[in-house]
């Protein structure tokens, strides 16, 4: 059995929005209370192999010895702290590549600072603050590595002043909230999503944005919206735990495992939960493999595993039978 993985990550619509230097310097004088205006004196340094889920969610920006992470989330993340820390030790060790670090001379590096912005659903204050040391097994007073994200609500109502320091921001959560409202009077979520878009150009928010990448924007917003509410039933119905258990815990016993074909188990139940999903809906495997952008054989093999589970589609069932013949394989 050839398993394949779709390994085209896409990028969300804040990221793409704020690739762009202008934007990014916008965001980071409000952030930081500055006012720099040459975008030129802005170098991006984000990443690109730094995922979460199969987003690129973040943008990470240096200016004047100031390195900055920003991150877009729209379900709350107690581990964005760890997920800084191995985001900022790999861009330490590209600034310091051709760097002494065995000299008697101190080698300096540019000071960080980690910002997530918060436009979920589940309620949250206005600012709060993540830090490192909450995952340390064992609690200490003054533990000897700490880092802090800051978490900033950016829905209606919250963090005013920062939104108005950065109009790309603010016709950013516009646009959201614009499709959420459709979505409220019961429009399919492509649907919503179109009208969203056409409805901010009209209105002059990210008027010249979306004209020019309305097409990609709204794809990108329908993926976007699909994996949150995909993390919501995940923690719905309990998988979060069962990943605890052995699937996916983040480092334990089920993280790349050697299934083959590059598959780690989180990726594998993640997908196979994806597609039991959409065969509730009794969709064929030919239309989730193109709306999971998934390899067609791949999503074949999984739905016919999956039909012995139907109706109920026991996903950690399915997922042990599909890593059985992996490994058999």
Not at 280 to 301: C, F, G, S, Y
């Amino acid at each position: 059995m050839k398993l394949c993985v779709n390994r085209e990550y896409k990028d969300t619509v804040f990221r793409m929005l704020f690739k762009e230097k202008a934007r990014l310097l916008e965001l980071y004088n409000a952030v930081n209370d500055t006012d720099y205006q040459d975008p030129e004196a802005l170098e991006i340094v984000t990443l690109e192999n730094a995922i979460y889920m199969s987003m690129k969610n973040d943008v990470s920006c240096l200016i004047d010895m100031r390195i900055q992470l920003y991150e877009h989330q729209s379900t709350v993340n107690p581990n964005l702290p760890f997920r800084d820390l191995m985001y900022v030790c790999e861009q330490y060790e590209k600034y310091t590549i051709k760097k002494d670090l065995y000299s008697r001379r101190l080698v300096k590096l540019p000071t960080p600072r980690f910002v997530v912005f918060y436009n979920g659903r589940e309620e949250q204050p206005e600012r709060k603050e993540l830090y490192l040391s909450t995952a340390f097994e064992i609690s200490e007073e003054d533990p000897a590595l700490e880092l802090r994200v800051t978490q900033l609500n950016i829905n209606p109502g919250y963090n005013e002043g920062l939104l108005r320091k950065c109009p790309a921001l603010f016709e950013y959560m516009e646009y959201v909230n614009c499709v959420r409202a459709y979505q409220a009077e019961g429009d399919p979520l492509g649907d919503a999503v179109n009208k969203a878009a056409d409805e901010c150009i009209r209105n002059d928010v990210l008027k010249e944005f979306l004209l020019q990448n309305k097409a990609e924007v709204v794809k990108m917003t329908i993926f976007e919206y699909d994996e949150e509410q995909h993390k919501q039933t995940i923690h719905d119905e309990g998988y979060e735990e069962g990943y605890d258990s052995g699937y996916d815990n983040g480092y334990g016993s089920g993280y790349d495992s050697g299934y083959g074909s590059g598959y780690d188990s989180g990726e594998l139940s993640k997908l196979v939960s994806l597609i039991c999903r959409k065969l509730r809906k009794n969709k064929a495997p030919e239309t989730i493999a193109e709306e999971l952008e998934e390899d067609l054989e791949t999503v074949q093999h999984i739905c016919e595993i999956a039909k012995e589970y139907a109706p109920e589609y026991d996903v950690a069932k399915i997922v042990s039978k599909v890593q059985d013949i992996l490994s058999a394989n």
